[in-house]
């Protein structure tokens, strides 16, 4: 696992303030004080330096204004009927890649807005099997498998993702950092529900698995090479569940098709950013939770292909 994110304390940057500022002055010249002495103890503590890169994934409802005031107000709970869906999947039926998580340790790690929401994962790829797994759950949804009255109610729901790999840090039980501020702008750039990302995700596929297309070839034993899973323990893989991507690579099951085109750059602080847009194709067996033995093969898009703009 990875080195936990760096976490500020408020109460360590209020007497640092205390020390080396004055919390109000109101005198009747005003001036503007040397800070040098501040900075420098201030940039001591918080080390920018030492902050850690973590994959967000960014989920939304698209066009979740557009939905009537009853619809509207059941979203959430269904938002989080899919969540916890998808979290027992990636544990249950993606064992390898999700060892080291818990359904409360994922929990703990999704900052929401009723409407979707920003997840901490570990790497890029984590993040990426967390997003199949959910668009599995939608798409049982959506064809009436799951909660079908609802569905009749509620209607069908779209959704647009983002991953981004970058700083995060953690302040009063709440994570911030560039990671989650990028994934924000790419989700609010977009109008057309694709899957974007990155280009520190893209270069993160790129030097562990030589690019994101490789991933409708490997078995779960090329991923266990990834220098990011060199510490996973692999029983996991011939013991356990690993559907996305398996032992043994066919065209029926797991990731079947994947494609990546850079669509264009957004500005974030003051910055361009190089955005990719991701397209997979996915084949996985859904069961029933209250009938194991009910079983349907289902292939989802995630993201779609269309390359305009941002």
């Known amino acids: 696992m990875k080195k936990p994110l760096r976490k500020l ?8 303030l205390h020390e080396y500022d004055t919390e109000s ?3 009747k010249v005003n001036k503007i004080p040397d800070s040098r002495e501040l900075y420098n103890n201030i940039s001591a503590y918080i080390a920018p330096k030492s902050f850690k890169n973590r994959a967000v994934l960014g989920i939304d409802i698209y066009r979740y204004g557009m939905y009537k005031h009853l619809e509207q107000t059941l979203i959430p709970a269904l938002f989080k009927i899919f969540f916890d869906k998808t979290i027992n999947l990636c544990l249950n039926s993606n064992q390898y890649v999700f060892q080291k998580y818990t359904k409360k340790g994922i929990e703990k790690s999704f900052i929401s807005t009723g409407d979707g929401g920003y997840l901490i994962l570990e790497t890029p790829l984590h993040a990426m099997f967390f997003a199949i797994n959910f668009e599995v759950v939608v798409r049982s949804y959506n064809s009436f498998h799951l909660f079908p009255r609802l569905r009749k109610i509620i209607g069908s729901i779209s959704l647009r993702y983002a991953i981004t790999y970058d700083t995060l840090f953690h302040f009063n039980d709440n994570f911030y950092g560039s990671a ?6 790419i989700l609010a750039k977009d109008n057309l529900n ?3 990302m990155d280009e520190s995700t893209f270069n993160w596929f790129l030097i562990n698995i030589d690019g994101i297309e490789n991933l409708q070839v490997y078995t779960i034993y090329d991923i266990a090479n990834v220098y990011d899973f060199q510490n996973y323990d692999s029983k996991f893989i011939n013991e356990g569940e690993n559907e996305i991507i398996p032992q043994k690579k066919t065209r029926y099951d797991g990731i079947i098709n994947s494609d990546i085109l850079k669509v264009g750059q957004i500005e974030s602080k003051e910055m361009y950013l190089n955005i990719y847009n991701l397209h997979l194709q996915v084949s996985l067996k859904i069961r029933s939770d209250a009938a194991k033995e009910n079983m349907r093969l289902i292939t989802i898009s995630l993201g779609n292909l269309n390359t305009s703009g941002i």
């Open 9 to 16: 304390d408020f109460d360590k940057i209020l007497n640092i």
């Open 25 to 27: 002055i109101y005198e």
């Open 180 to 185: 989650i501020i990028n994934n924000a702008r």
């Open 194 to 196: 694709r899957c974007l």
